[in-house]
């Protein structure tokens, strides 16, 4: 073996940590797109009429793009792994909800904390990645292997949505998530690194209050083609610089925590 090819060669417990946070971003991608084909038959099942029917879509995308800067944030501060946990154990929860819902409110509930699940889990995950490889060849190795998953996983999610449709239930569309979720939280205290880094700054609530409004704003008025909601989303999100200079590294820590497995 070569000196680049044992560069870029990673430990049995690095392919184990790619494999969890990788198929945990691949599942969380999946879930955008698994019930669009079931949207009718969820409809007709539960009571929501066509016009409404969108908002199963929209109840899961808007806290999944609002709500990703500040919990990424909090993840910085809090603890990406612990983050990861609760987002996944949230997921869990949720899908259970939506799996077993007989009418509208607890269905759109459940899309809804799926959503903020996604936006507590996805930046988590990226982040637990990014610390866990600080070889640059394999950390690009598994960025790039992300980014083809992620994008793989909307068009399998509606592949997928539509096979559980036609063999068993669109309520499977919900439940294939959580046995997925409690294998990936079994095994993440044991494989996946803490990825803590030890931050002296508060959370700027007011700017993260500013940027997750206009985030919201801005997501709703592209969904529901509202111009008023897109300015206002653009107007607050414009606080984003503040959050951003915030955010980055205290010269007093580094920039990437001592948990890498490199």
């Known amino acids: 073996m070569t000196r680049a090819e044992g560069t870029i060669a990673m430990t049995a417990r690095q392919r184990l940590i790619a494999v969890l946070l990788l198929g945990t971003n691949f599942m969380l991608s999946v879930d955008f797109s698994i019930l669009n084909i079931a949207l009718p038959e969820i409809g007709r099942v539960v009571g929501l009429d066509l016009a409404n029917l969108a908002w199963v879509t929209t109840a899961f995308a808007l806290p999944a793009a609002g709500m990703s800067l500040l919990f990424g944030r909090l993840g910085d501060l809090y603890g990406r792994r612990r983050l990861f946990v609760i987002g996944l154990s949230l997921l869990a929860a949720a899908s259970l909800l939506g799996g077993v819902s007989t009418g509208p409110a607890p269905l759109l509930a459940a899309r809804a904390l799926q959503g903020v699940a996604v936006a507590m889990t996805a930046p988590a995950a990226l982040a637990l990645l990014i610390t866990a490889f600080t070889d640059d060849r394999k950390r690009a190795r598994v960025l790039g292997l992300n980014g083809t998953l992620l994008s793989a996983g ?108 490199d």
């Open 154 to 261: 909307f068009t399998v999610g509606a592949l997928a949505g539509g096979m559980l449709v036609g063999v068993l239930s669109w309520r499977w569309a919900f439940l294939v998530n959580i046995p997925f979720a409690l294998a990936i939280l079994a095994l993440t205290p044991i494989v996946v690194p803490a990825g803590h880094s030890p931050e002296s700054e508060r959370l700027d609530i007011s700017g993260a209050a500013s940027v997750t409004l206009g985030l919201f704003a801005f997501v709703f008025g592209i969904i529901e083609r509202l111009l008023p909601a897109l300015v206002v989303g653009l107007a607050l999100a414009a606080r984003i610089t503040n959050v951003l200079r915030v955010c980055k590294p205290t010269p007093s820590g580094p920039a990437l925590p001592n948990h890498s497995v």
